[in-house]
Structure formats: C-alpha cells, structure tokens
C-alpha cells in the first residue's frame, strides 16, 4: 500500500523548454525567476541562465539548438519544435533515460523508446493533418541538414503531445512556465479522480498519493491528463483528440455531478437552489418547485453554456501570455455579468472558471477584498469536484488566508492558512518552498492577531 503524501516517483525531465512568455525572466535551464541576474548566452542571444553552472549544465543540450537559433533570428521557431529537436539531437547521442527515482512495484524499465506515440493514429487523424504538416514544416527549417526523416519527426512529435507535462511555478504568475518530456511519469494513466498528486520544484516532477492507494505500482496510481474543473462534455472532447481514448473514470461516470457543474439558477428570485438538468428536460427546484422555465430561460442556458468554455480559455491564453490583469478582469466582470441570473453562481463550473481568472487578477493588482471574496466563493465548489488534498484545494486555501491577512482579517486568515499549510505538507513535502512560504504567512498571520488582541 502507499500511504496518503507518501512520495510516488521523482523524475528530472529528459528535455524541457521554456515558454516564449517567460523568456527574458526565468532561467532556461532551472526556471528560476531571475528577471534582474538572467546572462544571456552570447552565441545565439535567445537562451538565458542564471549563473555559469546552468549554462554549463544546459550547453550539452543547447549548442546544437545554439546553432540553428543564430541563423533563424528572429524568426525563431515555437516551444514544439524545440522541444523536438532537443529529443531528437539527445537521442542521436544515445541518452535513452532521464534521471528519475521511484517506489512502485513491478515497474518495469522505462527509456524514450517506450513512451507511446500513436504515430499511426495521428497519421491517418483528418483532424490532426494541418498541425501535423505544420510541425514537420517547422522542423525541417529549423533543423536544416540535420532534419531526420517525417516519420522520425512525426514519432517524436507524437511522444511530446501525448507525453509532455506543462512545468508550473505555485510561488508565482502566471503558473504555467514551461513543458518537459518526463519519461517515468508518463507511465500512469489517466483519471478524472485522480488518486496521486504532481507538484513541482522548479524542473523536478514530483508524484505524491493524494490518499491511500491500495497496490503500489503505476498500473493502480492515476493521474490526470485534462482539466478537472470541466464538465465531463469538455473533459471527453480534450482527451478524445489529444489521447485517443474515451474516458470511462469515475468522475465521468457520476452523473449527479456532472448535473451539479452544470446547473443553472432558479427562475425564482428568491431561491439560491440550482436547477439540475437530465438530458434535455430542466427539472423542477428541489427548494421552492419551480417549474416555470420558459423557452427564452431555456435558450439563454444553451447559448451562454456555448460560449462560455471558449471565451474562458481565449482569457486563460491572455493571462498566459502576460496580459495586463486590469484588460482580463473587464472581460471576466462582462461575462460573470452575461452568466448572472441563468448559470448557476455557486456551481456552475462556467462561473466558477470565470471567478478563479477574475480572482487571479485582482490578487495580480493587489485588490484584496474582492480577491478575497471571489476566492471564497469557489471554494465549497471546489471541495465538491476536485480530489481530496487536491493541489487547487490547497492553493485556494492559501490564497484565502493570504487576502485575508492583507483586508486585516486575521483569524479568518490564520485558519485558512493553517488548513492549507498541512495539506500542502502532504501534497508537496515539508521540504517544499511553497511551505516555507505558507509557515511565513502563519507566523504573520499569528502576530498580526497577538497584536490585536494585546490592543484590544
């Protein structure tokens, strides 16, 4: 058995990239944000590292990258195609594995070579064929002379989009800097209840059991490959083309909650209940019996319900890509507006999803009441559709606390801190900054509230 927190698998990755959006910021090698120490590498000017060790450490996989960047510039290629070729020239020098460490049982020997591709599948996938053409493309022209065959390409690219993990940093924002090709780690299937947590330490991937898992091996250890704050609609249709499996887990086989993150607001006005929908028949209130849903309350669900996920990731792609949080909060505060009276406020992932970004961006400008208040009201929600010790349990606990602190709300502060500080032990280790971090905010916390009470 692995016991609850207990570590799965740590795995250094067999290559990663930075993303374009962090470039000139973070470390290309560790990650580090580093904005004001970054040296550039005085070759190529694109790579940038923190201190001569990362150079030295990163030059094996970067000159031949080096190379290709200074005939390029500045038409320099996206992260795909340099993630590719670093595959590509790693393996042409016979590096096979990546440094990792695991407990499972039975696990079997693991190189690049055994990381599935679906070659065949992408091939003969019709919507597949033009992201395909361009990759093989781009790959060509960066690579030139050393170009290996399409199929070669094509095998690898599978691996990566299949395989790759987005690299994220919990301590700052945006929290998507970078992805790497992470040989061990890809070995667990997918749930949407997943049993096991990844958190990461700058480039190491760490997996932890999110609760006791009765048989420790991979073949009973689960992960997540789609975003779980999604009805299961959503979560099918991103791992259907991506994966090339339906998902038949747990979570997509509960139909209450999928009903639940779906749900919409009571024509009542009077009434908080949501209105669950089965099929296409809107059901009466559970709370009041309202059964009055008329057909413009009926075309409102389906029309806002279609745009919502859309726009929702348009935004997510701004925030990513460093727009100014004052021009994704007047977007977000424009849609909640949209969703207000016909999606449910406090279920509806829709909203929810809304609320986070909104959230993220007053915490950005430093708006802490509204911060505060916008993070509370996801969180019950969350508590519902996420796993237990879930990492975005624990970071909207922290947020919590943290809001709290800055509106003078100590004690509600310190009990939200407290919480998330002994799950985030759990799911990232005491070892892990976000926990020194999360132990600095307590003893503030603590003394802001001896403070008063002295003062009182």
């Known amino acids: 058995m692995a016991r609850q927190g207990s570590m799965l698998m740590s795995a250094l990755p067999f290559s990663h990239v930075l993303y374009d959006s962090e470039r000139g910021k973070r470390c290309d090698e560790c990650f580090s944000l580093r904005s004001d120490e970054l040296k550039r590498c005085v070759a190529c000017k694109f790579a940038s590292y923190c201190d001569k060790k990362c150079q030295q450490k990163a030059w094996i996989d970067h000159k031949k990258e080096c190379q290709h960047l200074k005939l390029m510039t500045p038409a320099v290629p996206d992260e795909a195609v340099r993630l590719l070729s670093r595959i590509i020239y790693k393996i042409r020098r016979g590096v096979l594995e990546a440094k990792e460490w695991?407990?499972?049982?039975?696990?079997?020997?693991?190189?690049?070579?055994?990381?599935?591709?679906?070659?065949?599948?992408?091939?003969?996938?019709?919507?597949?064929?033009?992201?395909?053409?361009?990759?093989?493309?781009?790959?060509?022209?960066?690579?030139?002379?050393?170009?290996?065959?399409?199929?070669?390409?094509?095998?690898?690219?599978?691996?990566?989009?299949?395989?790759?993990?987005?690299i994220c940093d919990e301590l700052n924002q945006p929290m998507y800097v970078g992805c790497g090709m992470y040989i061990g780690p890809c070995i667990m299937d997918h749930s949407c209840y997943p049993n096991a947590i990844i958190t990461f330490s700058g480039i190491t991937l760490n997996v932890r059991a999110g609760t006791d898992i009765a048989v420790n091996d991979h073949k009973h250890t689960f992960i997540s490959y789609a975003e779980l704050l999604a009805p299961r609609e959503e979560r099918r249709a991103q791992l259907q083309p991506d994966y090339y499996f339906h998902c038949e887990c747990t979570q997509c086989s509960n139909d209450d909650i999928d009903r639940m993150m779906l749900s919409t607001k009571c024509p009542n006005a009077e009434c908080d209940a949501p209105i669950i929908r089965i099929g296409d028949d809107f059901q009466p209130c559970t709370a009041c019996t309202c059964s009055n849903f008329s057909a413009i309350y009926e075309s409102s669900v389906d029309e806002i319900t279609r745009w919502s996920p859309a726009v929702y990731h348009i935004l997510?792609?701004?925030?990513?890509?460093?727009?100014?949080?004052?021009?994704?909060?007047?977007?977000?505060?424009?849609?909640?507006?949209?969703?207000?009276?016909?999606?449910?406020?406090?279920?509806?992932?829709?909203?929810?999803?809304?609320?986070?970004?909104?959230?993220?961006?007053?915490?950005?400008?430093?708006?802490?009441?509204?911060?505060?208040?916008?993070?509370?009201?996801?969180?019950?929600?969350?508590r519902k559709y996420f796993p237990p010790n879930h990492p975005n349990i624990s970071l909207q606990l922290y947020f919590a606390g943290r809001a709290l602190m800055h509106t003078g709300k100590a004690k509600e502060g310190f009990c939200y801190l407290e919480e998330a500080s002994a799950m985030i032990s759990m799911t990232h280790g005491s070892d892990d900054p976000l926990v020194a971090l999360q132990t600095e905010d307590i003893i503030n916390n603590f003394l802001l509230l001896s403070f008063n009470d002295c003062t009182i």
Not at 126 to 151: C, G, H, Q, W
Request: net charge positive.
């Open 316 to 382: 997510q792609q701004g925030e990513h890509n460093g727009k100014e949080p004052q021009a994704i909060l007047r977007e977000c505060v424009k849609y909640l507006q949209r969703q207000a009276g016909v999606l449910h406020p406090k279920w509806n992932v829709h909203v929810i999803r809304f609320k986070d970004l909104a959230a993220r961006c007053h915490f950005r400008m430093k708006a802490w009441t509204e911060a505060a208040r916008l993070v509370l009201d996801t969180l019950e929600a969350k």
């Open 102 to 166: 695991n407990q499972f049982e039975n696990y079997p020997e693991r190189t690049i070579h055994h990381v599935i591709s679906h070659r065949e599948l992408i091939k003969n996938d019709p919507a597949m064929k033009r992201k395909v053409a361009t990759i093989l493309y781009e790959t060509r022209r960066f690579m030139a002379n050393d170009s290996p065959s399409d199929d070669d390409i094509l095998e690898i690219y599978g691996k990566v989009i299949m395989n790759a993990f987005v």
